[in-house]
Structure formats: C-alpha cells, structure tokens
C-alpha cells in the first residue's frame, strides 16, 4: 500500500473530530445527568442549542463572559435556559419580547449564536457537526466583542423576523424549524406544534394537560425508553403508545398523527378560548395507532389498492436496466441517479398529499387555494425531500465499511419496520452498482398494506435506475 499524504491528513482530522465530538457528548451526557434533562447528547447530531452551549465548556465560557459584561449573573442564565429546556419558551414569553433583563438578552444571543448562518435543520456528521461548533463558537465570540452590537441583531433574528418561522393552522401554530416554540411564544401563543423532516410531530405548551388524554380515553404508562426508565407514555386501549411525556410542557406524537398532535396543542393554549362550535377532541381514528397516510388514500377499504392519483408518476418511463460497473464514476453516476429518482417521486407524492391537505382546510373556512399556497408547499416539500435525501446519502456513507465486509454471494437486503423502504432501496442500490450479487430486497412494515406504503413503494422502484 503506498502512502499518502492526503489520505494520512483526511485520517488525522477524522480522528480529531472524533476526539472532539466524543468529547462534547460526554460533556453534555454529564451536564444532563447534572441537571435532570433527557436525550441531550442527542445535540451531537442536531447542534448545539442554548442548553447545549451551556453544557460544553468551549462554549460555556463566552456565555459567562457576556452575563458579566451585561451586568447580571450566570446562574441566572442558567436557570432561564433550564426552564426552557423544560418547560418551554411559554412563561418568559413577556420577558423575552421586553428584552431588558441580563438574562433575556444573554439567552436571546445564545439562541441567536445557534441559528445564525445555520443553513437548514438535519442531522451532522462527526465532522459536520465539529464545523456548526466553530460557527456557534464564532457567533458567540463576536457577540463576546461588541455585546451591544450583537444583541441588536439577535434581537432582530429572534423578535422580528419570528412571525417568519411559523405559519398557523385552525388556530395552532406549526413550525419546520428547531426555534419554532420561541417565535411562537413571543407571538401570544401558548402551544404550538414542530414537524421535523421526518414527519415526527412534537408539541410544546406552557402546560400539557394530562387530564385530557385521560378523557380521550388513553392512559399512563411508565417504559423504558432508549435505555432510559420511567419515560411517560400515553397508551390507547389496544397499548399502542401515541404520546411520548418527557416534560410537562413536551410531549412526541408517536403516531405522527397530525390531528391528534392539533388537538393537544388546541386544548394547551388556555390563552385562546374555544368558541360555541369548537371542539378540542381529535377524531376517534387519530386515537388508534396510524403512521403516516397519505391522503389520496384515505377513505379506502382494507385490501383495495387505488392507483389513480399516482398515474402520472407511473406514466414516466423507468431508466434503462443498468448492469453492473465496477469504476467509481460509474458507481457515483448510479447512486446519483438513484437520489434524483427517489427524490422526484417522494417530492411529487408528498407535494400532493400536502396540497389536498390544504385545499381541505380552506374549503372548511370557505377559501380557495391560492398561487402563493403552491409555491409555498413547493418550497417546504422541497427542503424535505432535500433534507431527506442528504440523511439517507450519511447513513449510507456511515454504513458503507460494514456493507464492504459483507460476502460477494447472493445476498438478500432486509428492511425490518422499513415504511416505504428508502433505507432498504439505498443499500440494494449501493450493492448493485458496485457489481455485488443481490437476491432480492424485502421491505418489512406491519403498517405498509394497510396505509398503502406498498403502493408508494411500488411507485418508487418503478423509477429507480435499477
């Protein structure tokens, strides 16, 4: 094997991010065990939020540096940030908009440090996520600088353009963005709703009432989750779990049923009252255990299979059957092609559900869709997919030393609990273009005939390269 230098150096910065990264987990692992928080090591993938900036001493420091500068006390600091953390954005929502106090403006430039320059939400790398540390140290070492000067633009960033980061629907604000809780708060609102790229729904209030999900007829359960004891869930009668409880003002839909997650979030914003003919019960199928639908296939019987609204995906002809290449542009050609296709049919099917889903909800107030209403779903189905696509490439990139180890014999791809597949599809790709023998793919999902992810399957791998 010959040396080589760029190879040694690209080692060498790889294991220092490592070293790096194993590090702030361990930081943030001990300042969460410290102050009773869950699944804070988990920033290593999202990027350091407030909390996050004060468990990590690199960053820790500059934050102590400004409380002194701004007259006021660190702990203090720390204790609005653990608040937060908690219970949400909710009941500092007068003091933050005011913005007078040390502490509101300390915290107000750490949340400004975290989103400044950050091009988009999605899961890091090692080394990803070693830049977004440089650039919040950055952030917070300019704030360090000129206080005053950086406060005016956090201020900026947090207060006035909040009305940017979240649209509201049927009375409930709904954001795609990690500070969508804050703009809310600032705005009057007292519970609202975060989507990740993912679909994952997770609802924040000043107070979740429990006493609701018992009148929805579901109960308290403590689990394990994640390794972690006395999680609380909320369980259907058939002991599905549909809420995940980690505070008393969070909560996770499990289900990713978007109506059960509205009418948590309606009956926890007690600042909004309900008119005559309002109801804050969810319909009773969002309280039985459904995963992602789309809403072309609602309304069907078990076992039909309703192809129409997808026609003219189908109507687009497969690429040409590729056989085996072993170069690695051939290889890079192939895996690109396979992206653009699962791009192109995710982005047209999910625009559509979201585009039905609207026209839905302004039928009910008696408006019609508008231009800006496509445009505006184009764009958010887009940043999706996009996002989608780029954690699929990193899981296949981190998975790749182990798929080489595997044997050149016919082998078979398992996608256990695998929704539409894209995960199993990725591998299957991977291995065909680099002339691996490949039996068959299987996609494993209790759900998928059911919500008719098969179908959307289908339609996927009837436009791969493959």
Excluded: C
């Amino acid at each position: 094997m010959r040396f080589s230098p760029e190879s040694a150096s690209s080692e060498a910065r790889e294991a220092e991010n490592k070293a790096r990264v194993d590090g702030v987990r361990q930081e943030l692992a001990s300042f969460a065990q410290d102050h009773g928080l869950r699944g804070l090591d988990d920033r290593v993938k999202r990027g350091l939020d407030p909390v996050g900036i004060m468990a990590v001493a690199e960053t820790r420091r500059p934050v102590e540096s400004l409380a002194a500068k701004e007259g006021g006390r660190y702990e203090d600091v720390l204790k609005m940030t653990l608040d937060i953390q908690t219970g949400g954005p909710w009941a500092y929502a007068a003091k933050l908009k005011e913005a007078k106090d040390p502490d509101a403006k300390v915290w107000m430039m750490m949340n400004a440090a975290n989103t400044l320059g950050k091009e988009r939400e999605m899961d890091l790398t090692e080394a990803e996520f070693a830049a977004d540390l440089d650039r919040v140290r950055g952030n917070l070492a300019e704030a360090e600088s000129d206080p005053e000067k950086f406060f005016d633009k956090a201020r900026q960033h947090v207060l006035e353009e909040s009305q940017k980061r979240f649209r509201v629907v049927d009375g409930v604000p709904i954001s795609e963005m990690d500070n969508g809780f804050i703009a809310m708060a600032v705005n009057g609102y007292e519970a609202g709703i975060i989507q990740d790229a993912d679909g994952m729904l997770f609802v924040g209030a000043k107070q979740i009432d429990d006493e609701v999900f018992r009148k929805w007829g579901l109960r308290s359960e403590l689990r394990e989750d994640r390794g972690r004891r006395d999680v609380e869930f909320y369980v259907n009668g058939k002991g599905e779990a549909l809420i995940k409880k980690l505070y008393p003002g969070f909560a996770v839909v499990l289900s990713r049923n978007f109506d059960l997650a509205r009418a948590v979030a309606r009956a926890s914003d007690k600042s909004r009252p309900l008119g005559p003919d309002e109801s804050v019960d969810p319909p009773a199928e969002a309280l039985s255990h459904t995963l992602f639908e789309p809403t072309s296939q609602k309304g069907m019987k078990s076992g039909e299979v309703k192809e129409d609204p997808m026609t003219f995906l189908r109507s687009k002809p497969a690429g040409p059957s590729a056989g085996p290449e072993s170069s690695e542009t051939a290889l890079v050609r192939l895996k690109d092609l396979f992206y653009d296709e699962m791009a192109f049919t995710k982005s047209q099917v999910i625009f559509l559900d979201a585009l039905e889903n609207l026209r839905r909800e302004r039928a009910k107030k008696g408006k019609p869709l508008t231009e800006k209403d496509f445009e505006k779903t184009a764009e958010k189905t887009d940043r999706k997919v996009r996002q989608k696509m780029d954690e699929l490439r990193y899981m296949i990139d981190s998975m790749s030393p182990y798929l080489d180890e595997l044997p050149d014999e016919p082998l078979t791809v398992m996608d256990m609990a695998g929704g539409a597949g894209d995960l199993g599809l990725a591998v299957s790709t991977k291995l065909l273009a680099e002339g691996r023998k490949l039996k068959e793919t299987r996609i494993v999902d209790p759900f998928s005939r059911l919500h008719q992810l098969d179908v959307f399957t289908d339609t996927i791998t009837d436009h791969l390269p493959f």
